[in-house]
């Protein structure tokens, strides 16, 4: 498989892993009661949200890790990392946080703490939720803090990789988390919607250490990562069966470690083209459109389900598997064609141009081309500035 097919069918699993988010949030905001399961038992597999969370820091790690592994490691400059995630995240993310202000003052608060204030503003703007409180515009919005913070790491856990290996790595950060779960009261610490980067620290790593499957000898990437991954994944899968979805939400400071390796085999497997009904499936136009704008509809999905169902679903339909259904009808394809459009205005220029040099250079391109010229110029201009593989 070539560059641009892993990136594509790992595109696919973002976007597919984005959709699982808003089925939940749809369940969530229907039923109340979380984390006891309120509503019918057979949409019980909906009320995982989290789980989804934590795969998106594995294939975050894993995504931007590829390209370093390819290089032995080498991140290429950690100033001009942080610059380019800067560039890609923050400028949808700005527009996101408008976007969900505007719903919290003026339609329905994001949280039972009431709308945002002006701490709202300065904190999350600055993208420091995960430090310090502040009312929500947008119950989504915590990973990205997280995130944020993990990418500040990101040089450092690459440096250790290359200096002392992938062994160190994964055992030194994920022994003190182990640490810390162990000292707390019943073995179990208490999460909060913020503080939750080091906890979630060996996630984003093991992902990291996977992309090493990339350079990885033939006879290792010809290894069935898929099976392995399943049987990875069945002791947790059963512990969370038969523990409920009570349980499992206490301890989710546990199931996440437990179900990180299973993660990172999965996304070998995918990687290196197995199981083969799946990376056709992530191949196919639908999903990888839906995969390409999975950050769009992460961030502005939920302020849409509460639209539906604090405000619609009351007017229309009774409490219950009713709203759930009307949610879902109508709230699911808005919040993805909403993302759509939102992405191609506040997303995509960012992901298609590194610069404000670049943007300016793309537009006067197409406006040359919708006059009838440049065209040809515009096709090298997306082509240098995009490179193959390179859509994190």
């Known amino acids: 498989m070539h560059d641009r097919s892993h990136v594509q069918g790992l595109d696919g699993l973002r976007g597919l892993a984005a959709l699982y988010v808003l089925l939940f949030h749809c369940w969530l905001l229907t039923f109340p009661g979380f984390p006891h399961n309120s509503g019918p038992s057979w949409l019980g597999w909906l009320m995982y949200g989290r789980l989804a969370v934590v795969f998106f820091l594995v294939l975050s790690g894993f995504s931007l890790a590829i390209t370093p592994a390819r290089r032995g490691w080498q991140l290429g400059g950690g100033a001009r990392f942080l610059r380019r995630r800067a560039w890609r995240i923050l400028p949808p993310y700005w527009a996101a946080l408008v976007l969900s202000l505007a719903v919290a003052w003026f339609v329905v608060p994001a949280s039972h703490y009431g709308p945002p204030t002006g701490r709202t503003l300065l904190v999350y703007g600055l993208v420091l939720q995960d430090l310090f409180t502040a009312p929500t515009p947008n119950g989504a919005f915590w990973s990205i803090g997280v995130e944020a913070e993990l990418y500040l790491l990101f040089p450092l856990f690459l440096l250790v990789r290359r200096r002392l290996g992938a062994v160190v790595l994964v055992a030194g950060v994920t022994l003190l988390v182990v640490a810390h779960g162990l000292a707390a009261a019943n073995g179990t610490p208490v999460e909060g919607m913020n503080r939750l980067t080091p906890d979630l620290a060996p996630v984003f790593v093991a992902g990291l250490v996977g992309a090493g499957i990339v350079t990885a000898p033939e006879r290792v990437r010809r290894l069935p990562w898929h099976w392995l991954a399943v049987l990875t994944a069945a002791p947790a899968l059963a512990l969370v069966a038969v523990k409920g979805s009570v349980w499992t939400v206490d301890h989710y400071f546990w199931v996440d470690l437990a179900v990180v390796p299973a993660m990172t085999m999965f996304l070998a497997a995918v990687v290196t083209g197995r199981p083969v009904f799946l990376t056709r499936l992530l191949a196919t136009r639908p999903i990888r459109t839906l995969g390409n704008f999975s950050y769009s509809l992460y961030l502005i999905h939920l302020p849409i389900v509460m639209l539906v169902v604090r405000k619609l679903a009351p007017h229309v339909v009774s409490p219950g598997l009713p709203t759930f259904c009307f949610t879902l009808l109508l709230a699911a394809p ?29 537009l006067a391109g197409r406006t040359d081309t919708a006059h009838g010229a440049g065209g040809r110029e515009q096709m090298k201009w997306d082509k240098d500035v995009t490179p193959a593989g390179d859509r994190g």
């Open 334 to 362: 808005a919040s993805v064609l909403g993302a759509w459009l939102f992405a191609e205005i506040f997303e995509m220029p960012f992901k298609r141009n590194r610069s404000w040099k670049a943007m300016r250079a793309a």
